[in-house]
C-alpha cells in the first residue's frame, strides 16, 4: 500500500508539473506580460492553480496521464472535471486583487457564463464534463500523444453517464484539436474585447490566437 501510494504521490507531483509547464506558454496570459509584467504568470502560479483540482482530477476516473514506462516519467496528462465543480478555495484565491491569474479567471468565468447561457442543459447536474487542461513534456512532443490522450478520455466520459463533453479553446490550435475530434463550436469571444475594470487588458494575442471558443461533444443520443 505505500508503495502504491507513493506512485500516486510522484505520478501527481510529475502531472503538475507537466501541465504547469504547459500552461506557462498559454498565448493569452504569456503575451499579457509584454505589456502588463506583473500579470504574466509564472511557473509557481501555474503550479499553484494546478493543485487546486490534481486531487478531483485523479480519482474521478475521467483524467489520463501518458506514461513513459521505460524512463519512469509523465509524458502527458489530460485532466478532466465536472463543469459546474469549482472549489471555493479556488473561487476566493482568484478573488484577490493583485494575483496574477485573477483577471484571467474572471475572463474564464465570464466566457463560461455566456457560453453555458446559450445551452442552460450544459449547467445541469452529471450532465457535463470539461476537458480542463491538457499538457505533455517537451521532452515528447512530436509523438501525437495528445491525440492519444484525447482517445482514451471521450470514451471514458460516455463511460460514466455524462452527456455532454466540453473545451474552452483559449488558443487556435486547442480549437483545432477540438474541431478534429467532433466537437461542435457553441460560443467564440474576441478576448480584446473582454473588459477588466472597465477596460480592454488582453490586446496582444499574437496571431492566430486572441479568440477562445467554446467546444460542445454529444456523447450520446
Not at 517537451?138 to 466520459?157: C, E, F, Q, S, T
Not at 453517464?161 to 457553441?186: C, D, Q
Request: overall charge negative; aromatic content about 12%; some cysteine.
Amino acid at each position: 500500500a505505500a508503495e502504491h501510494n507513493g506512485f500516486k504521490a510522484v505520478v501527481s507531483t510529475q502531472s503538475t508539473g507537466v501541465l504547469s509547464r504547459a500552461f506557462c506558454s498559454e498565448p493569452i496570459s504569456y503575451a499579457i506580460g509584454e505589456i502588463r509584467p506583473e500579470l504574466r504568470p509564472t511557473l509557481a502560479h501555474w503550479v499553484e492553480f494546478m493543485e487546486f483540482w490534481m486531487d478531483h482530477c485523479s480519482t474521478n476516473g475521467l483524467s489520463v496521464i501518458a506514461l513513459d514506462e521505460v524512463n519512469h516519467r509523465v509524458a502527458g496528462a489530460f485532466i478532466v472535471r465536472e463543469l459546474m465543480m469549482m472549489p471555493d478555495e479556488f473561487v476566493a484565491l482568484y478573488k484577490t486583487e493583485g494575483h496574477p491569474l485573477t483577471p484571467f479567471l474572471h475572463l474564464l468565468w465570464d466566457f463560461d457564463a455566456a457560453a453555458t447561457k446559450l445551452k442552460p442543459e450544459l449547467t445541469d447536474e452529471g450532465k457535463a464534463v470539461d476537458l480542463w487542461m491538457l499538457g505533455v513534456h517537451p521532452d515528447y512532443r512530436g509523438n501525437k500523444i495528445a491525440n492519444h490522450m484525447m482517445g482514451a478520455v471521450l470514451p471514458l466520459i460516455k463511460k460514466a453517464g455524462y452527456k455532454y463533453g466540453t473545451i474552452e479553446a483559449t488558443s487556435a490550435f486547442t480549437s483545432k484539436a477540438a474541431e478534429h475530434n467532433g466537437f461542435t463550436k457553441l460560443y467564440e469571444m474576441k478576448v480584446c474585447d473582454w473588459l477588466w475594470k472597465g477596460e480592454p487588458l488582453y490586446t496582444n494575442a499574437k496571431p492566430p490566437h486572441g479568440t477562445w471558443a467554446f467546444w460542445v461533444k454529444e456523447l450520446y443520443d
